[in-house]
């Protein structure tokens, strides 16, 4: 179909102040996955740990603007690597999935903290981030309810005005 696939082994800047991660080094034992599924390998049977999961990074004024799909590298993993790729300033926002509607209290407070360490200022948890996980993250963040919500289809980030949650998740 004309299309062509290029590979990254690590963090690219696709156009100015707009990297892609690349894969993400499992540096904490954030387990954001299912662990049940399974890949036959040249080496036998192992366990799909989403090894190619990557994430978006806006460089901006006001901090880096983190974007994931279903973050099976772990939030914190993400981020960590996000400014270590890009630049050590602080996470203005991470948007998109985390995978942790299973994570335990402690698991979410531990998760919360590290966010706190890096000057998460906006965090919009979508899908498979789960709603308790999202208010947990929420009150362990010390984040208020406009700058940390559940997405919605039709939520919005904007640099300088925040989260707009729509009506749904105010």
């Known amino acids: 179909m004309g299309g062509t696939f290029v590979e990254h082994a690590g963090p690219v800047e696709l156009f100015p102040g707009v990297w892609l ?3 993400i080094p499992r540096t904490h034992p954030e387990r954001n996955w299912s662990g049940s599924l399974q890949l036959r390998t040249a080496r036998g049977v192992v366990e ?5 999961d990557s994430s978006v990074v806006a460089d901006t004024s006001d901090g880096l603007v983190v974007i994931t799909g ?14 270590k790729a890009v630049r050590p300033a602080p996470i203005h926002a991470a948007i998109g999935g985390y995978h942790l509607f299973p994570a335990t209290d402690e698991q979410l407070a531990w998760t919360a903290g590290r966010l706190k360490d890096v000057g998460l200022a906006h965090f919009l948890g979508a899908h498979c981030t789960g709603v308790e996980a999202v208010f947990r993250i929420r009150q362990l963040a010390g984040l208020t309810r406009d700058k940390a919500v559940v997405g919605a289809v039709g939520s919005s980030f904007k640099s300088g005005a925040g989260i707009d ?3 749904l998740a105010r």
Do not use: S
Request: glycine share 12%; with cysteine; net charge negative.
């Open 48 to 52: 799909d740990n989403v090894p190619e």
């Open 70 to 83: 279903c973050g099976h590298a772990g939030i914190v993993n993400t981020v960590e690597f996000a400014r």
């Open 21 to 23: 991660l690349g894969p």
């Open 165 to 167: 949650p729509l009506a």
